[in-house]
C-alpha cells in the first residue's frame, strides 16, 4: 500500500528503512579516544558529498520510506550547508535531529534550524562534568557545550550523555 506524505510516496513495509543517519562529514574539532571516524580529514574532505548530493540522498531515502533523519557527523556543523539540508528535509516530510557536540551551535545557527523547521537537536554533552568531558573528548569544550545549552531558548535541545566504557 502506498501512502503520500508531503508529495513524496513511501511503501509502508516491515523492511522500509525509517531513519537515515548521514554522517555528514568526518571532520570533528574534538579529538574523542573512541572515535571510530576516519582522522586524514584532508583526503575524506575533498570527497565529502556537496549539498545537492546530500540532499538528493535525502529524498531517495523519502522514496524508500524513510521518515527520521538523523544530521550527524563528525560534526555536521563545520559545513555551512546544514541550514539549507534542514530546509530540504522539513519539505520532504522528515522529522529531522541535529546531533552536535555543540561546537559551533550559535544563537544565528539556532534561529535558522528553528525557522528551518528543524525538529530536534541532540547535544553530545560526553559527561556531566567538566574534568571528565574534556578528558574523553582532549578537549577544553565543556563550557562551548554549555553555551550553546545557553543559547538555545527553547525546549527542544536535548542532551545525550556519551561515555567511553573502559570494559569494552
Ligand atoms: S565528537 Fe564524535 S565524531 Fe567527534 S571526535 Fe568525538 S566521537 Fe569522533
Known sequence: MA???NGVAASVTHTQPL????????????????CYNPTDYDKHTQNELSTEQWINVLRDARKLGALQLGISGGEPLLRDDIEEIVIE???????SNLITSGVG????????????GLDHIQLSMHDITEEINNFITNTKTFEL??????????????????RCDPSL
Open 3 to 5: 501512502i503520500q506524505n
Open 19 to 34: 531513519w537515515l543517519l548521514a554522517e555528514i562529514t568526518y571532520r570533528c574539532p574534538l579529538h574523542c579516544a573512541f
Open 89 to 95: 528535509a522539513k519539505k520532504l516530510g522528515y522529522y
Open 105 to 116: 551551535l550559535t544563537e544565528k545557527r539556532i534561529q535558522a534550524f528553528k525557522e528551518g
Open 145 to 162: 557545550k554549555k553555551k550553546s545549552r545557553s543559547n538555545d531558548q527553547e525546549p527542544w535541545l536535548s542532551y545525550g550523555t556519551q
